[in-house]
T-cell receptor
Framework: DQQVKQNSPSLSVQEGRISILNCDYT??????FLWYKKYPAEGPTFLIS?????DKNEDGRFTVFLNKSAKHLSLHIVPSQPGDSAVYFC??????????FGKGTTLSVSS | GAVVSQHPSWVICKSGTSVKIECRSL??????MFWYRQFPKQSLMLMAT?????????EQGVEKDKFLINHASLTLSTLTVTSAHPEDSSFYIC???????????FGPGTRLTVT
């Protein structure tokens, strides 16, 4: 049973436009959510996170929104750049236990 | 800062042999290291958590006698895949944290192919 779901395996966006990556979760006890970016043959790198007590966190071009009632979070990248092309993983954790990852969404930004 | 390395980055071995993968935190001391496995187009799945100087905690379904984890120092953890089989072929990634699970720094991963 997947507790963290990224239902879109891929997303294509033009440079300069907004990229919106979505993530749904089933465990209402999750209290912290993270987004990671991963290039092929490399480990994930941390992008941005959000605590369950917040509904928005912003860091430069990256903003994460959390909708607890819908058990949904999204990562917005504005403006998208070709260098943003990578696989994006959503992860969640409950009270400092193991990170649960989604399957990832491959973002392709074309110039 | 917060660099984690893995060695080797890619290894091919024959079925029945053992392979050791090293994970090092290069510029910080990691109290906890994590080992993940990723199959193509799948999530990163946590295999085990190890704290320096103590036995690793394995996730359900992970054979501790097959995947031996040693965390002998604050900068080094090793994963040994014993008696490897083709189904063990995967991408193995380690991560390290200083004080919080929320801040994990990932290594570049090791591609294991068992023939």
């Amino acid at each position: 049973d997947q507790q963290v779901k990224q239902n879109s395996p891929s997303l294509s966006v033009q440079e300069g436009r907004i990229s919106i990556l979505n993530c749904d979760y089933t465990n209402s006890m999750f209290d912290y959510f993270l987004w990671y970016k991963k290039y092929p043959a490399e480990g994930p790198t941390f992008l941005i996170s959000i605590s369950s007590i917040k509904d928005k966190n912003e860091d430069g071009r990256f903003t994460v929104f959390l909708n607890k009632s819908a058990k949904h979070l999204s990562l917005h990248i504005v403006p998208s750049q070709p260098g943003d092309s990578a696989v994006y993983f959503c992860a969640a954790t409950q009270a400092g236990t193991a990170l649960i990852f989604g399957k990832g969404t491959t973002l392709s930004v074309s110039s | 800062g917060a660099v984690v390395s893995q060695h080797p980055s890619w290894v091919i071995c024959k079925s029945g042999t053992s392979v050791k993968i090293e994970c090092r935190s290069l510029d910080f001391q990691a109290t906890t290291m994590f080992w993940y496995r990723q199959f193509p187009k799948q999530s990163l799945m946590l295999m085990a958590t190890s704290n320096e100087g103590s036995k690793a905690t394995y996730e359900q379904g992970v054979e501790k006698d097959k995947f031996l984890i040693n965390h002998a120092s604050l900068t080094l953890s090793t994963l040994t895949v014993t008696s490897a089989h083709p189904e063990d072929s995967s991408f193995y990634i380690c991560s390290a944290s200083v004080s919080s699970l929320y801040e994990q720094y990932f290594g570049p991963g090791t591609r294991l192919t068992v023939t």
